[in-house]
């Protein structure tokens, strides 16, 4: 078995590799989730493929987030678009693995929300049960405020602590993306 992991910046995708991200997001997320690479995420987003014989068999990134957590900005990884293409063969996992080692390097934190749980707690991630409800999205636009009720945090805590002093109080997390 022949598994390695790749990551490449969001601004150099080939086409190829945009068609298939969107199919699988289709394919696990339904119509809806088709996303526009360059309006919907930033050149820098880091996208990771897992490869069995240079064929994809999961995919996921880490894109570049700025919350306002009690009027300071904080720079973060929103873990999205996690995606094993083929299930039950542990590329999922390595995928995980992936994303964990390169925020380790980086020394940055990583967060998304899921209902998945345990699949990412066994990966090897942190969760917190509830932790979307702590979150606010402002639309930079109108001003309006929404908080999405239903999601788990899964994380990696970086160097600066972040998810360590968001759980230290009870305060709101502002976010400029209403999904990532």
């Given at each position: 078995?022949?598994?390695?992991?790749?990551?490449?910046?969001?601004?150099?995708?080939?086409?190829?590799?945009?068609?298939?991200?969107?199919?699988?997001?289709?394919?696990?997320?339904?119509?809806?989730?088709?996303?526009?690479?360059?309006?919907?995420?930033?050149?820098?987003?880091?996208?990771?493929?897992?490869?069995?014989?240079?064929?994809?068999?999961?995919?996921?990134?880490?894109?570049?987030?700025?919350?306002?957590?009690?009027?300071?900005?904080?720079?973060?990884?929103?873990?999205?678009?996690?995606?094993?293409?083929?299930?039950?063969?542990?590329?999922?996992?390595?995928?995980?693995?992936?994303?964990?080692?390169?925020?380790k390097k980086k020394g940055k934190t990583g967060l998304g929300?899921?209902?998945?749980?345990?699949?990412?707690?066994?990966?090897?991630?942190?969760?917190?049960?509830?932790?979307?409800?702590?979150?606010?999205?402002?639309?930079?636009?109108?001003?309006?405020?929404?908080?999405?009720?239903?999601?788990?945090?899964?994380?990696?805590?970086?160097?600066?602590?972040?998810?360590?002093?968001?759980?230290?109080?009870?305060?709101?997390?502002?976010?400029?993306?209403i999904h990532w």
């Amino acid at each position: 078995m022949n598994i390695k992991s790749e990551i490449k910046k969001n601004k150099i995708l080939s086409e190829s590799e945009k068609n298939l991200i969107n199919n699988n997001r289709i394919k696990e997320f339904g119509k809806e989730s088709i996303i526009d690479f360059k309006r919907d995420y930033e050149p820098n987003t880091e996208w990771f493929f897992v490869k069995e014989n240079n064929k994809i068999v999961a995919l996921g990134c880490l894109r570049p987030i700025i919350i306002d957590y009690l009027n300071k900005k904080h720079k973060i990884m929103g873990i999205c678009s996690i995606i094993s293409i083929e299930k039950g063969k542990g590329y999922g996992r390595k995928l995980i693995e992936s994303m964990i080692d390169y925020l380790k390097k980086k020394g940055k934190t990583g967060l998304g929300f899921t209902n998945q749980t345990e699949f990412f707690k066994k990966a090897g991630l942190k969760t917190e049960r509830d932790f979307i409800k702590r979150f606010v999205y402002k639309d930079s636009a109108t001003k309006k405020e929404t908080i999405d009720n239903e999601g788990d945090g899964i994380y990696y805590e970086g160097k600066e602590d972040f998810i360590k002093k968001v759980l230290s109080t009870q305060s709101m997390v502002f976010i400029e993306i209403i999904h990532w």
